[in-house]
């Protein structure tokens, strides 16, 4: 087992507070916590020394990237998506990554739903008669489409999708 302590971590951008303190206390991190993005000339010094990548998303990591890497040993995407990273390319030089799959899929879920119930209810739309002090005028709001006894078409029935389905049959 790698002693953590002795591991060094590049991080590609700005981390959390949270993140930022268990890296920075379990190895040894080099972190820009500026504003704005990481100087190239910093983060290349940073990457030919880094046996860790701690990746917000906000960098390509292809096989130039990997060039200016010699010592990584693995890439932590802060994300659920790793579009930004030619798995191959890593899979080659034994660089393993890895991602937060899963780890949005409620709160996507609870903001899918919200908007089919916003749209078909109208409610933000009510909300901003009401804010506008129109409400006792009640002219042209409506109370949009009930959607009781109603069908719900989803497209996609992936991790969201589905988390979807147990939401709209509760309600």
Known sequence: MTDLKKMTVAASGKLRQVAYDILNEQTR??????????????????????????????????????????????????????????????????????????????????????LILDSARSIARGWRHVESGKWGERKGLGFGVDLAGKTLGIVGLGDIGSAVVPRAQAS
């Not at 917000?56 to 930004?84: R, T, W």
């Open 29 to 114: 991190l080099l972190s820009w916590q500026q504003g704005g993005k990481v100087p190239q000339e910093q983060f290349d010094s940073w990457l030919a020394e880094a046996e860790g990548l701690y990746s917000i998303g906000n960098i390509k990591v292809d096989e130039a990237f990997l060039a200016k890497a010699p010592k990584l040993k693995v890439i932590a995407q802060a994300s659920v998506g790793y579009d930004n990273i030619d798995i191959a390319a890593c899979s080659a030089h034994g660089i393993a990554v890895g991602n937060t799959p899963g780890v949005l899929v409620d709160a996507v879920a609870d903001l899918a739903y919200g």
